[in-house]
């Protein structure tokens, strides 16, 4: 489905809804790391890439304080007051706790929202990574701004959809989605400073092109898993900061202060930091390895990236480790890692750009021989972050 087709989907499925065309297109981009796993909630760094995949909110203002909203994507509508905004109380809907939050946490900044009809429509896969909880979040930011009056420096209202997912929604996320989703280029990655919320535009060599992997192995965060992994890390850091009191996150910490003192660290704790202090450097090697292409570099990045993700973050299931031996099989292979939190979802490969399409049809059919599952293969382009679809 092209852009026009898209837009007349949207806009023939509000019209049925709402009685009318919507006076406003708002958009944001999901995102893929390229390297960085659970670095952003540590404070150090991510190389982040939006995605060519993205969340429209077509949007008409109403005459009271009430939001109505629906999806194309998701069963189920609703509508909430934003003079009391509560979670939804049916589990079909929590799909909206996303677009409540973000209206609750304005509001408490201080901003008047006005009310409106949305429509959402989404080209992210659910549940896979790649942000489309955080590219809702951004679309819904936009929408009130446009329609309530006001403007937001894009870096406060990324941080307003971390808030609004870590109180409201429950996920106690770092900030790289919603700092991906809201400030993304088109044409690079980013490398992304979680401590300084500041960013690098990082190119990468036009002979590489990155393509998704898609497990089809749903993913679930607000599970103890990813909770647990964030405590072992804070554990660590308190650990760490009695012997060097300037440490205030795992940011701080070099593998030669880590080897020092790992002694004192409870073993899953010392294997979680460890992994870390690993891939933030990581991801400072891969600022100069991407826009010069280099291959072996990029393999062994990549390669590291995911066995510690396996072996010491323990972030990876079967369909993952049956991923990776797909893509490492593939026509044109670069390198190939998890992405996003991991426990399923996507993973992503570096692919020699002229092999693209070789790469995709041999991994999947790699994958479903040995999973019986059928994934979802295809490249993604670096693309804007959020804003206005159409002026």
Same mark, same amino acid.
């Given at each position: 489905m092209n852009t026009q087709e898209r837009l007349e989907r949207v806009?023939?499925?509000?019209?049925?809804? &709402?009685?009318?065309?919507?006076?406003?297109?708002?958009?944001?981009?999901?995102?893929?790391?390229? @390297?960085?796993? *659970?670095?952003?909630?540590?404070?150090?760094?991510? @190389?982040?890439?939006?995605?060519?995949?993205?969340?429209?909110?077509?949007?008409?203002?109403?005459?009271?304080?009430?939001? *109505?909203?629906?999806?194309?994507?998701?069963?189920?509508?609703?509508? &909430?007051?934003?003079?009391? /905004?509560?979670?939804?109380?049916?589990?079909?809907?929590?799909?909206?706790?996303? /677009?409540?939050?973000?209206?609750?946490?304005?509001?408490?900044?201080?901003?008047?929202?006005?009310?409106?009809?949305?429509? /959402? *429509?989404?080209t992210i896969p659910l549940g896979s990574g790649l942000s489309s909880s955080a590219a809702l979040e951004m679309a819904t930011a936009i929408a009130?701004?446009?329609?309530?009056? %006001? *403007?937001?420096?894009?870096?406060? @209202?990324?941080?307003?959809?971390?808030?609004?997912?870590?109180? %409201?929604?429950?996920?106690?996320?770092? /900030?790289?989605?919603?700092y991906s989703s809201a400030l993304g280029r088109a044409g690079a990655a980013l490398l992304l400073d979680c401590r300084d919320l500041t960013s690098l535009d990082v190119p990468i060599h036009p002979d590489i092109g990155v393509v998704i992997c898609d497990t089809k192995a749903p993913r679930q965060l607000i599970g103890t898993e990813y909770t647990d992994r964030r405590r072992q890390c804070e554990a660590g850091v308190r650990v760490l900061q009695q012997r060097q009191p300037e440490i205030s996150s795992l940011r701080d910490v070099s593998i030669d202060v880590f080897q020092r003192y790992q002694q004192d660290l409870p073993p899953a704790v010392a294997q979680r930091c460890r992994f870390i202090i690993e891939e933030n450097s990581r991801v400072l090697e891969l600022k100069d390895a991407l826009p010069h292409g280099d291959r072996q570099k990029l393999h062994h990045l990549l390669h590291a990236s995911y066995v510690g993700a396996r072996d010491l973050y323990e972030i990876a299931v079967p369909p993952m480790e049956a991923m990776m031996n797909a893509m490492l099989q593939g026509p044109g292979v670069i390198g190939a890692r998890q992405a996003g939190a991991g426990f399923g979802g996507c993973m992503v490969a570096l692919v020699e750009a002229d092999h693209v399409e070789r790469f995709a049809s041999g991994v999947a059919e790699a994958y479903t021989r040995a999973t019986g599952l059928q994934p979802s293969i295809y490249p993604v382009v670096a693309a804007p972050g959020a804003g206005l679809l159409l002026a």
């Open positions: 806009t023939n499925a509000f019209r049925t809804r &709402f009685g009318a065309e919507p006076s406003s297109w708002c958009r944001a981009p999901g995102r893929v790391d390229l @390297m960085g796993s *659970h670095t952003d909630y540590n404070l150090g760094y991510v @190389m982040t890439m939006t995605v060519d995949r993205d969340t429209w909110l077509a949007a008409r203002p109403r005459g009271d304080r009430e939001v *109505h909203v629906a999806s194309l994507n998701l069963p189920g509508s609703a509508q &909430f007051s934003l003079d009391d /905004i509560q979670p939804a109380g049916d589990s079909e809907l929590r799909w909206t706790d996303y /677009i409540r939050g973000v209206a609750k946490v304005l509001q408490e900044a201080g901003h008047r929202l006005a009310g409106f009809d949305g429509l /959402i *429509h989404s009130f701004q446009e329609l309530s009056g %006001f *403007h937001l420096d894009t870096v406060e @209202m990324a941080r307003l959809g971390q808030r609004a997912e870590n109180q %409201f929604v429950g996920v106690n996320c770092g /900030i790289l989605d919603q």
